[in-house]
């Protein structure tokens, strides 16, 4: 089982960015399928990104196309979430998490994953 620790979360201004890491430790992530979920107040944890082992691949829910970029390194066994063009909407909590299998079309299901971090606080004001 990998476990993780993910930081950079913090209180921000609508327009403004925070940039997520998820450091791995207790296992190499390389191979894994790496997803970014978040859970706002009284609402369900919903997919944001993830990313293939050899970084080809990159998906995105459609809220967060083209202000978040999803990256890894994984000489350091680290995944990252760019967020940019931050907005209220995106106040939640934000969770990585590795699918192991990485079935295609199965990237954004919450139940492809199997190992998950605590959870790093995102705050945007208006």
């Known amino acids: 089982q990998v476990h993780f620790v993910e930081s950079g979360g913090g209180l921000v201004q609508a327009g403004g960015s925070l940039r997520l890491s998820c450091v791995a430790s207790?296992?190499?992530?390389?191979?894994?399928?790496m997803g970014w979920f978040r859970q706002a107040p009284g609402k369900e944890r919903e997919f944001v990104a993830a990313?293939?082992?050899?970084?080809?691949?990159?998906y995105y829910a459609d809220s967060v196309e083209g202000r978040f970029t999803v990256s890894r390194d994984n000489a350091k066994n680290t995944v990252y979430l760019q967020m940019d063009k931050l907005e209220p909407a995106d106040t939640a909590v934000y969770y990585c998490a590795a699918d192991p299998n990485g079935y295609l079309g199965s990237h954004w299901r919450e139940g492809s994953y199997s190992d998950w971090g605590q959870g790093t606080q995102v705050t945007v004001s208006s």
């Open positions: 207790r296992g190499a992530i390389y191979a894994h399928v």
């Open positions: 990313i293939r082992g050899n970084s080809y691949s990159k």
